[in-house]
């Protein structure tokens, strides 16, 4: 993302709708400057500001003549009065950045899409978390914080040294230049994102070693962490095993996804499942 | 994703935070998923939901890319269900967001009545959920819980503007924006009201509740010395009685 100077009247209200408060007035230019190693790229400035089309040399002026008067100009706080953001052509690695920050665009740089995988909130069509099995969703920089690949590195090759293996859908995991060793790709390591997240699947025995491990991991790295724990209901809709488990570690459970099993496989694709069982 | 799942605050705080989504998984049942989400969409809408949307395009209040400046004195600040609606047009995570329990039970009754083959989730308390299945008389199929935050949370801002924050859960609304309006809200230079709508704009997939967001907002109003919500909350006992 680049903010055109010619346009800019640093009026300042992109400075406070930047994520990773990457936006300031430099002092001397007088015009809004990303700060680039900062910038994750989520155009949350370019998406979410309302433009308007004013004549940028107008608007400095109205604005000098009210400073000079100590008049306070209070325009709506999510506009950018002369649409000055214009987004740039991205490089690997740095388009890696938007993939993993900008909600609204699939992972080219990673060929997977979407930012995660569906995790439990397809289980009920997927199966992907069975009975006795445990889901991890390690999130790393959100909210509002980023994270760099070489933080996620130090747990992925945490958990992969435990023989832990990763979700072959994930885009960080596509990402790996050793899946089984959890090594990321070096070219990518210093770069920044929004978020990303590590997803493993583990027996319901494990669960407590790797919140452990978790917990080692967080005490090495510079950016938070949110830890989401999925897992199958038994027929009466109740989990009895992972929550006392979790509650033991100390969680107090406040929130939850929480699929409700309305998904059916479609026809069709039901006959080439079973086609596909008669094939194997 | 989970875009939803880690809000910021306690159970109680989610009494007026149901998100209920729909998603099609790809290869499983996303066969005419499309009209099935429109259809999801549709009926949400007849639930009275506080907000909605698709993960492509956002929710019921967007950012324009042609605003004209009389916009500073009369900005329409109503959400565009239809809008949301009309503007779907690929299969992709659909959202009611509902500020009440009795309508998000009301909504989950019907959509299982529906039937439309879709996955569908209940992001909020953990008690609140298993009181929507329950009225619906499903059984929970997965769970998927919230540890919160760890590591370094001293990077994080406080209670308030967490649970601003974190209701767009892709991290659109900016720590710095929610700080700003809750600092706005206490100068009164906008109303909870007003200021709930320039954060809703950020939210790209339409999950964010503007109605707790308002009430985060109110609770750093004070009248006659007395916080605003608890003013509201005596009055509406008055009108019980």
Not at chain 1, 77 to 91: G, I, N, Q, R, S
Not at chain 1, 179 to 204: F, H, Q, W
Not at chain 2, 109 to 128: A, F, H, Q, Y
Request: aromatic share 6%; charged share 25%; glycine share 6%.
């Amino acid at each position: 993302m680049r903010i055109n100077p010619a346009k800019c009247v640093a009026c300042g209200n992109c400075t406070y709708v930047c994520p990773m408060e990457a936006i300031y007035i430099d002092p001397v230019l007088k015009r809004a400057t990303i700060n680039r190693d900062e910038c994750v790229e989520c155009y949350a400035c370019f998406n979410g500001l309302s433009q308007e089309h004013l004549n940028p040399t107008m608007v400095r002026t109205v604005r000098n003549l009210f400073k000079m008067m100590r008049v306070r100009f209070e325009p709506e706080p999510d506009v950018c009065p002369t649409a000055a953001f214009e987004p740039d052509k991205l490089e690997w690695p740095r388009v890696v950045r938007r993939a993993f920050s900008d909600p609204r665009v699939p992972h080219e740089s990673t060929g997977v899409e979407g930012r995660g995988t569906e995790e439990v909130k397809t289980n009920d069509v997927s199966g992907r978390v069975k009975v006795g099995e445990v889901g991890f969703t390690i999130e790393f920089g959100r909210p509002g914080v980023g994270a760099r690949f070489y933080e996620i590195q130090k747990m992925s090759q945490t958990l992969a040294r435990a023989g832990v293996s990763f979700e072959k859908k994930n885009p960080v995991t596509s990402l790996m230049s050793d899946v089984a060793t959890g090594t990321i790709r070096e070219d990518i390591l210093n770069e920044k994102v929004m978020s990303a997240i590590l997803e493993i699947k583990v027996p319901v025995e494990r669960t407590e070693e790797v919140i452990r491990l978790v917990w080692d991991v967080e005490k090495q790295i510079s950016t938070v962490v949110a830890l989401g724990v999925g897992t199958r209901c038994d027929e009466n809709g109740e989990d009895n095993v992972v929550a006392p488990i979790l509650e033991r570690l100390g969680y107090k459970l406040e929130r939850a996804k929480t699929n409700i099993g309305l998904g059916r496989i479609n026809a069709v694709q039901q006959k080439t499942d079973a086609k596909e069982v008669v094939h194997a | 994703m989970t875009n939803t799942l880690h809000r910021f605050g306690d159970a109680e705080s989610f009494r007026d935070d149901y998100v209920v989504f729909a998603i099609a998984s790809k290869g499983k049942n996303d066969q005419d998923a499309l009209p099935k989400l429109r259809r999801f969409l549709e009926i949400a809408r007849e639930y009275k939901p506080v907000n909605l949307g698709d993960a492509r395009h956002g929710g019921a209040l967007r950012p324009s890319k042609e605003m004209n400046p009389m916009s500073h004195w009369q900005r329409d600040m109503t959400p565009d269900f239809d809008a949301v609606i009309a503007g779907l047009d690929h299969p992709t995570t659909c959202a009611a967001v509902f500020d009440d329990r009795v309508k998000a039970e009301d909504f989950v009754k019907r959509i299982r009545e529906e039937d439309l083959g879709l996955s569908v989730n209940i992001s909020t308390s953990i008690d609140g959920a298993e009181q929507c299945c329950h009225y619906a008389g499903i059984p929970r199929h997965s769970v998927g819980y919230s540890l919160g935050f760890e590591g370094h949370t001293e990077k994080l801002p406080n209670d308030r503007v967490m649970m601003l924050s974190t209701m767009c859960g892709h991290g659109m609304v900016s720590h710095q924006l929610a700080r700003k309006m809750i600092d706005w809200v206490k100068e009164g230079r906008r109303t909870p009201a007003e200021a709930v709508t320039y954060m809703a704009r950020f939210c790209s997939c339409g999950v964010f509740n503007p109605a707790r967001a308002k009430r985060v907002l109110e609770s750093v109003i004070h009248q006659n010395g007395q916080p605003l919500t608890q003013l509201q909350a005596q009055s509406q006992t008055n009108a019980d009685e």
